[in-house]
């Protein structure tokens, strides 16, 4: 008997859970949840000016994010002058697309020297919300130099350094710096003192030729051991 009532009982609970399963009385499976999308914590692309010049800025970028969270290659760099105007998307001055790469460089052109702008990236079709980066242009060069060798011999030569004043305003004082080519030395220098450099030879104007108005210029000697080895590149500065 308690055999025969286990078996019963046993047929009743498949009975009852067939007519569940066959959605007697209108009941149905809840349908699962769709997943929620969650992007990880991270910039999908950041930037920064990694070059200047006078009239252009390099702008290197990194693509880190894929869809949803993030976009496709090429990027648009959008410049701005004016912080306001990059938050807004207002009044961009120039623009340049990238290529293909997800991690590559742009490069924008034709700018205004030492100037600051704002940039702002463009993918898919959309403005990236996120990112705004700056970045300034090289200021003109304020003076220049140029080196005529006066006399030479087997193991040194004389020369002379012009300095001019290419600047809008009066210079208050100069410096000049440049890389021997080989292992040549100053042995003396006049109408102005050399300075301390970690990189090359650096040179500063004396207490009486520092003040140059705008094209003026003013020259100083050197003694140096050791052959010329050509052109030499000079750069002057404040």
């Known amino acids: 008997m308690l055999r025969r009532l286990g078996v019963v009982l046993g047929g009743t609970v498949l009975a009852v859970a067939g007519l569940v399963a066959a959605g007697v009385g209108g ?30 800025l390099t702008i290197s970028y990194t693509m880190l994010l894929t869809p949803p969270c993030g976009y496709d290659p090429p990027v648009t760099v959008s410049l701005f002058t004016a912080l306001a105007d ?3 998307w207002l009044n961009p001055v120039a623009e340049v697309v990238s290529g293909p790469e997800r991690n590559g460089t ?14 702002r ?24 130099a140029t080196m005529v060798v006066d006399s030479a011999w087997g193991d ?21 710096s440049w890389r021997w080519a080989g292992v040549e030395r100053i042995l003396s220098l006049w109408n102005a003192v050399t300075l301390d450099s970690t990189d090359g030879v650096a040179v500063g104007n004396a207490s009486y030729n520092g003040t140059l108005p705008v094209g003026a210029s003013t020259t100083f000697g050197m003694m140096v051991a050791g ?8 750069t002057c500065g404040r």
């Open 27 to 56: 009941a149905t499976a809840a349908p699962a949840p769709a997943p929620t999308l969650t992007c990880p914590p991270a910039l999908p692309v950041s930037g920064v000016v990694t070059a200047s010049t006078t009239t252009s």
């Open 86 to 88: 990059a938050q807004q």
């Open 106 to 119: 742009v490069t924008i052109g034709g700018l205004t020297p030492d100037t600051a702008y704002w940039f």
């Open 121 to 144: 990236f463009s993918a898919d079709g959309q403005h990236d919300p996120y990112m705004i980066g700056s970045g300034r242009t090289a200021p003109l060069a304020a003076c220049a």
């Open 156 to 176: 040194g030569f004389v020369a002379t350094v012009t300095v001019r004043n290419v600047g809008s305003e009066t210079l208050g004082g100069w410096r000049v």
């Open 227 to 234: 052959a010329p080895s050509g052109q030499l590149t000079l």
